[in-house]
């Protein structure tokens, strides 16, 4: 059956009341403006969220007298160099640093370029046993890592890398988190017809994924490996169990500060601030891929 045409509209006439007004069309692209409340929200949560680092400056720069009063000082004081320089005497936190920067680099390249060559081989390519190698991988993030620390140490101490900083490396080269991270970005930012593409022109796997696929994961790269190197870098548990005092990483290096009958918290706060300084350049060497990978995948999502 043949639709019937709508009539057409008439023109209103001369000396009627005009009709509602027609509701204006957003157009797209146009920046919408959030009101006051919402400014005043994103203010608080902002003050929020920095106040544990801005009093990590304060106590650092305090006394341990200063931090005992009621109410506390809210303001910077003038101890930040002293307790800096008690922070190198009581503990070697510059090769504490150092180690952490070998281990977490390591851990963080070594994550990055293994969790996405398995994510692109779980997404792209085609193979017998992906779904149940995926799967196992996915369930081993279910297994609590405690777990595993007795058979661990053992195979640390049987290869004679006990307090060797390749004990610490090693076991966090490869994440399964990664790997299912990688793995759900390249399913949605690489599209089949450019791999086909490849294929067409001749291009092997390896020519495809260093050409293609590394260029289009560049912002999901940058985002787990600013999470890997956080969690590398922060880690205590491992660190302490396979390293000993004298090759330290910074969180095991922080146990030594403020000993006493009474803790000198300004000294652990000092020790803090320069344990946290490096995750601080590295998010702001990173920071524009991150915040460029999540809005790719908040618009691809």
Same mark, same amino acid.
Request: with cysteine; charged share 10%; hydrophobic share 50%.
């Given at each position: 059956?043949?639709?019937?045409?709508?009539?057409?509209?008439?023109?209103?006439?001369?000396?009627?009341?005009?009709?509602?007004?027609?509701?204006?069309?957003?157009?797209?692209?146009?920046?919408?403006?959030?009101?006051?409340?919402?400014?005043?929200?994103?203010?608080?949560?902002?003050?929020?969220?920095?106040?544990?680092?801005?009093?990590?400056?304060?106590?650092?720069?305090?006394?341990? /007298?200063? %931090? @005992?009063?009621?109410?506390? $000082?809210?303001?910077?004081? *003038?101890? #930040?160099?002293?307790?800096?320089?008690?922070? =190198?005497?009581?503990?070697?936190?510059?090769?504490?640093?150092?180690?952490?920067?070998?281990?977490?680099?390591?851990?963080?390249?070594?994550?990055?370029?293994?969790?996405?060559?398995?994510?692109?081989?779980?997404?792209?390519?085609?193979?017998?046993?992906?779904? /149940?190698? %995926? @799967?196992?991988?996915?369930? $081993?993030?279910?297994?609590? *890592?405690? #777990?595993?620390?007795?058979?661990?140490?053992? =195979?640390?101490?049987?290869?004679?890398?006990?307090?060797?900083?390749?004990?610490?490396?090693?076991?966090?080269?490869?994440?399964?988190?990664?790997?299912?991270?990688?793995?759900?970005?390249?399913?949605?930012?690489?599209?089949?017809?450019?791999?086909?593409?490849?294929?067409?022109?001749?291009?092997?796997?390896?020519?495809?994924?260093?050409?293609?696929?590394?260029?289009?994961?560049?912002?999901?790269?940058?985002?787990?490996?600013?999470?890997?190197?956080?969690?590398?870098?922060?880690?205590?548990?491992?660190?302490?169990?396979?390293?000993?005092?004298?090759?330290?990483?910074?969180?095991?290096?922080?146990?030594?500060?403020?000993?006493?009958?009474?803790?000198?918290?300004?000294?652990?706060?000092?020790?803090?601030?320069?344990?946290?300084?490096?995750?601080?350049?590295?998010?702001?060497?990173?920071?524009?891929?991150?915040?460029?990978?999540?809005?790719?995948?908040?618009?691809?999502?």
């Amino acid at each position: 059956m043949t639709a019937l045409a709508a009539p057409p509209t008439a023109p209103p006439a001369a000396g009627a009341p005009p009709g509602p007004p027609r509701p204006r069309r957003r157009r797209a692209g146009r920046t919408m403006h959030g009101g006051k409340l919402t400014y005043a929200f994103l203010i608080l949560a902002v003050l929020v969220s920095a106040f544990p680092f801005y009093w990590t400056i304060v106590a650092a720069s305090r006394s341990n /007298a200063d %931090l @005992a009063k009621v109410p506390p $000082t809210l303001l910077p004081g *003038p101890n #930040l160099i002293r307790n800096f320089e008690a922070v =190198l005497e009581e503990a070697d936190i510059g090769k504490a640093l150092l180690n952490s920067l070998i281990v977490s680099g390591s851990i963080t390249i070594g994550t990055v370029l293994c969790s996405t060559l398995a994510g692109f081989a779980f997404a792209k390519l085609r193979f017998r046993g992906r779904g /149940a190698l %995926l @799967a196992v991988t996915v369930g $081993t993030m279910m297994i609590p *890592p405690q #777990l595993g620390v007795i058979p661990l140490f053992m =195979l640390m101490a049987k290869l004679q890398w006990v307090n060797q900083l390749q004990a610490v490396i090693l076991p966090g080269l490869v994440s399964a988190f990664g790997v299912f991270f990688m793995r759900q970005y390249l399913m949605q930012s690489l599209p089949d017809e450019l791999i086909e593409a490849a294929r067409v022109d001749g291009a092997s796997t390896a020519r495809i994924f260093w050409s293609i696929v590394v260029p289009i994961a560049r912002p999901g790269m940058a985002v787990l490996g600013m999470l890997t190197f956080m969690a590398a870098w922060n880690d205590f548990f491992w660190p302490i169990v396979a390293l000993s005092s004298q090759e330290p990483t910074v969180q095991v290096a922080l146990r030594q500060l403020g000993g006493g009958y009474v803790h000198d918290q300004s000294v652990i706060m000092a020790g803090t601030l320069l344990g946290t300084l490096p995750v601080l350049l590295v998010f702001g060497l990173l920071g524009r891929q991150i915040v460029g990978g999540i809005m790719q995948g908040a618009v691809k999502g």
